[in-house]
């Protein structure tokens, strides 16, 4: 049974760029949230997708977009890179009726903004 | 809002020591806490949670309990390995809130 599977694992871009994350949850598991972890630090909450909508958003920017798709696949979209957006992305997904009581969390994607 | 402040690392330990990762938190009502653990190049799991005052999460020799009283989740075991070397994340989650919010995590290192 495969977890969390994240793409791509690391990312090189230049300011101004845009870029698309993507993420599979684990098998049987509806709901994906989406954090970014700075070097050093805690993660922090971007948002979480369930039925393909926006439940919760923490606080970024609108630079910052998602999608859920049919399959509960997701994707995390950031425009108008900034040096700032340079983390780790990590993805999660959790069982039904679970919300953030259990979190299963992928490798995570590496983005590095020049 | 909530807030996690945990102890700063990094705590390098011999293999066998008490390891103790010190947690307190900011959050109105009741939240769920939790300590999460991030094995080099891996992604973060799950280590123990505690839903409520008094409770006593467990798993893998660790071991943490929610005091109201203090605001605290501190994270112990009595005897570590060298395969705990990883980064542990305090963490806690509000009635009716759908985000985790982490501390800064501890970097552990256990030395054989």
């Known amino acids: 049974d495969a977890g969390v599977t994240q793409s791509p694992t690391h990312l090189i871009k230049t300011r101004g760029q845009q870029v698309t994350l993507r993420c599979s949850p684990k098998?049987?598991?509806?709901?994906v949230s989406w954090y970014q972890q700075a070097l050093g630090q805690g993660p922090q909450f971007i948002f979480q997708?369930?039925?393909?909508?926006?439940?919760q958003r923490g606080n970024f920017p609108d630079r910052f977009s998602g999608h859920q798709f049919p399959n509960y696949s997701s994707e995390l979209n950031v425009n108008a890179l900034l040096l700032g957006d340079s983390a780790l992305y990590l993805c999660a997904s959790s069982p039904p009726g679970t919300g953030a009581e259990k979190l299963f969390f992928g490798s995570g994607t590496q983005l590095s903004v020049l | 809002g909530n807030s996690v402040t945990q102890m700063e690392g990094p705590v390098t330990l011999s293999e066998e020591a008490f390891l103790t990762i010190n947690c307190t938190y900011t959050a109105t009502g009741y939240p769920s806490l939790f300590w999460y653990v991030q094995y080099p190049g891996e992604g973060l799991q799950l280590l123990l949670k505690?839903?409520?005052?008094?409770d006593k999460g467990s798993n893998k020799g660790f071991e943490a309990t929610y005091r109201k009283e203090t605001t605290s989740f501190h994270l112990e075991k009595g005897s570590v390995q060298v395969s705990d070397s990883a980064v542990y994340f305090c963490?806690?989650?509000?009635?009716?809130?759908?985000?985790?919010?982490f501390g800064a995590g501890t970097t552990v290192t256990v030395r054989a």
């Open positions: 963490a806690l989650r509000s009635v009716l809130d759908y985000k985790l919010s």
């Open positions: 505690a839903t409520k005052a008094d």
């Open positions: 098998s049987g598991h509806d709901t």
């Open positions: 997708y369930y039925e393909e909508e926006e439940r």
